[in-house]
Structures are given as C-alpha cells and as structure tokens.
C-alpha cells in the first residue's frame, strides 16, 4: 500500500515562487505515475499536473506555464514547483499516485493522501 503526505505548503504573497513536496513511503512510489490537484474553498478538486511513470508530463490549463512537475527517485519525492502564485491558486494540495497516468487524467486516484495548504495572499 502506497502512503503519500504532501508538504511544503504556506503563506505566499501574490507572485512568489513556492515548491510542494510529495512523499512516499509502503510500495514503491517510482513505479507510479503521479499528479497534483488541489481544492479551493467551495470548489470541485482540480488537477494541476501529471508526471508518468517514465517521467513524461503534462500540465492542465489550470497552472499551465507556472508550473512544473519532477520526481527523484533516490529520494522518493515528487514536486510541484510554481513559479508564480496568484490569490485564486489558494486551496489545500494534494498528490495521488496510480499505475498509469492516463488512469489520474480520467480522474482515478489509487493512492492519495494528507493535502498541503496554500494560501497566496497579500
């Protein structure tokens, strides 16, 4: 059983930069692919990214071009890095795990876990 735990949440102003952490403990998360959503208060949880098994990515229009999704596997971490935050990307973070990304993209979530929050605000 995989066990994922999202970190590196905060307060952020408008604009700065900020990298979330994914980490994975149980099975083995390097044979997973992975993706970032996040929920905003009173909103529909929405994916940000995708990175597939054989590190392939892919981003949805929901912070395309401020973002960008890696792993390290000696470490067992994925990342979300997001270079510039805005007020509406506020919400709690989430990292899910499955066999295959295409089984994220239709929304499937075989492993996710305790979220991060955001809060970008002046």
């Known amino acids: 059983h995989l066990q994922l735990v999202g970190s590196g949440g905060g307060l952020v102003q408008p604009g700065g930069p900020l990298r979330l952490y994914c980490t994975g403990s149980g099975e083995d998360i390097n044979s997973s692919a992975i993706s970032w959503f996040r929920r905003a208060p009173g909103k529909d949880p929405e994916a940000v990214a995708y990175i597939s098994n054989t590190n392939n990515t892919f981003y949805t229009d929901a912070m395309r071009g401020r973002s960008a999704i890696s792993r390290d596997n000696s470490r067992k971490i994925a990342y979300l890095q997001i270079s510039i935050l805005k007020e509406e990307d506020t919400g709690v973070y989430y990292c899910?795990?499955?066999?295959?990304?295409?089984?994220?993209?239709?929304?499937?979530?075989?492993?996710w876990g305790q979220g991060t929050q955001v809060i970008v605000s002046s």
């Open positions: 899910a795990a499955a066999d295959d990304y295409r089984q994220l993209v239709a929304g499937f979530r075989q492993y």
